[in-house]
């Protein structure tokens, strides 16, 4: 190798080393499994590499933390080539047919086996269309979270027909209802107690509130507290779920702002470019909508990339958040991912 040849080397990796040393201390977390959650993870870890700017070499952590949902072999080398860290370990033992407890439990292991400054927690169904610059959270926020988007089973207080649940809640995990502060739900614009949407969450690391969630989540779980009685059918982008866990449906975000509020007060909302949902599209205002539709910096999609969906799909509308790398990028990525099966463009 000539001298000259050999100072590019050294170069080169001089730069690849500086970058990873200024590189955010971030580690992404989404769970993975066989059936549909597999494309849709896939293409949201396509989206960190391709769209979040300096965090695009964070690591990423995927995870099936439930026994006989194997990935396959094509998307184990995909994760590969994105250089995701990839975890088959079976974590939820207890309530396997769960879908929500498996993001609570992976959170809580890579929060203590994997130690980041910022841990980002996602839903599958998500993506990221733009730099999150969000993730970098000032020195007085420990937690960056979105309200729910409809208040649902959230409580407006004591004659709300959930309020029952959330106290008996707060009893389970020993925290004071008080504590739980008041917010405002996305879309309806409900003043409810803080409910937070779990499809993105960014919380500090060292501070165990992803540990805690778990404890608190799973402890509710065994106590059988429910927020819904009867048994009631519930669509998420993991597919139609078993009306027995459609009566738990939320109650992990609810939990989730239990943890938050009993160990930090330092909590910020984000801004609404962020985890928008694309199901509650058409109930925001236009005015307020069409100020921010444009600008998402994450998009939370649910089951609108299916094919009985996508033709509703906002995101594709020309006025929508996608450059045209992105459209092209998605409506190709999505149907490759499912083996040619999804047609996202007649």
């Known amino acids: 190798m000539s001298v000259m040849s050999s100072s590019r080397v050294l170069s080169e990796e001089i730069e690849k080393a500086s970058a990873k040393d200024t590189r955010p201390d971030v ?28 965090f695009r070499d964070c690591a990423i952590y995927a995870l099936s933390p439930r026994a006989g949902y194997a990935i396959s072999e094509n998307a184990r080398r995909k994760l590969d080539e994105l250089g995701v860290n990839y975890i088959d370990a079976v974590l939820n033992t207890e309530f396997p047919e769960n879908g929500p407890a498996n993001r609570v439990a992976a959170a809580a292991y890579i929060e203590e086996k994997h130690p980041h400054e910022i841990l980002v927690i996602l839903d599958s169904d998500t993506l990221f269309l733009r730099e999150p610059n969000a993730i970098l959270l000032r020195p007085d926020v420990d ?62 690391g060292k501070l165990g509130i992803m540990q805690r969630w778990a404890d608190f989540f799973f402890a509710s779980l065994r106590q059988q507290l429910v927020p819904f009685p009867e048994d009631r059918r519930v669509r998420s982008g993991a597919g139609w779920q ?105």
């Open 27 to 54: 580690g992404f977390v989404a769970c993975i499994e066989r059936g549909e959650l597999e494309p849709q993870a896939l293409l949201l870890f396509e989206s960190i590499r391709s769209y979040t700017g300096r």
């Open 242 to 346: 078993d009306p027995g866990v459609g009566r738990t449906w939320g109650s992990d975000q609810a939990v989730l702002s239990l943890a938050i509020w009993s160990t930090t007060r330092q909590v910020q909302e984000l801004e609404p470019t962020y985890n928008y949902s694309l199901l509650v599209h058409n109930s925001v205002e236009p005015e307020r909508r069409d100020r921010i539709f444009p600008h998402l910096v994450h998009v939370h999609y649910h089951f609108m990339l299916h094919e009985d969906s996508v033709s509703k799909n906002p995101l594709f509308d020309e006025s929508g958040p996608l450059s045209p790398e992105q459209r092209a990028w998605l409506s190709h990525g999505y149907k490759r991912l499912q083996g040619g099966r999804v047609k996202l463009f007649a």
């Open 143 to 204: 937690v960056a979270v979105r309200p729910e988007a409809c208040k649902g089973m959230g409580t407006t207080g004591p004659t709300d027909p959930f309020d029952g649940y959330w106290r008996d809640l707060c009893r389970c995990c020993g925290v004071d209802y008080e504590q739980i502060p008041w917010t405002e739900s996305f879309a309806d614009r409900r003043r409810i107690k803080a409910y937070y949407n779990g499809g993105l969450a960014i919380v500090r």
